[in-house]
C-alpha cells in the first residue's frame, strides 16, 4: 500500500451532505441513482450519479447524511454532469454500502 503525507490528506475535500433528491437514472450503462445533495452554504446543492441502487431504495436515501468529495472535477455520465463522489465502501459483489455518519452534522462540514 502507498503512503500520502499529511499534505496530501489535506488535499481531498471530504464533507458532509444531505441527500434532497433521489432519480432513477435510467440513462447509465450500470443501475445508478441521480442524487441531489445539500452540501451546505459554503459549497451549496451539487448532484452526483452513484451505483446503490441494490442496497438501497429511493426512500431510504431520501434525508440521509452522506460523505461526499466535492473537490474532483465533475464528471459528465450520460447525459448528466456528477458533481461529487458520494463515498463508501465497496464490497467483494461489487455493491457499494455507504459511509455512515454516526450523529447528524451540518451540511458542509468537513472531515477531520
Known amino acids: 500500500m502507498e503512503t500520502i503525507s499529511w499534505q496530501d490528506f489535506e488535499k481531498i475535500e471530504l ?6 433528491e433521489v432519480r432513477d437514472f435510467p440513462k ?3 443501475p445508478a441513482y441521480q442524487l441531489v445533495v445539500d452540501l451546505g452554504e459554503e459549497i451549496g446543492i ?3 450519479s452513484a451505483q446503490i441502487t441494490k442496497l438501497y431504495t429511493q426512500e431510504e436515501l431520501m434525508g440521509r447524511q452522506v460523505v461526499c468529495v466535492t473537490n474532483f472535477p465533475p464528471r459528465q455520465i450520460a447525459n448528466f454532469l456528477s458533481e461529487i463522489l458520494v463515498t463508501g ?3 467483494p459483489d461489487g455493491e457499494v454500502v455507504l459511509t455512515a455518519i454516526e450523529r447528524p452534522v451540518p451540511n458542509g462540514t468537513r472531515l477531520a
Not at 15 to 20: D, Q
Open 15 to 20: 464533507r458532509a451532505g444531505t441527500i434532497l
Open 28 to 30: 447509465a450503462k450500470k
Open 46 to 48: 451539487k448532484q452526483s
Open 89 to 91: 465502501f465497496v464490497l
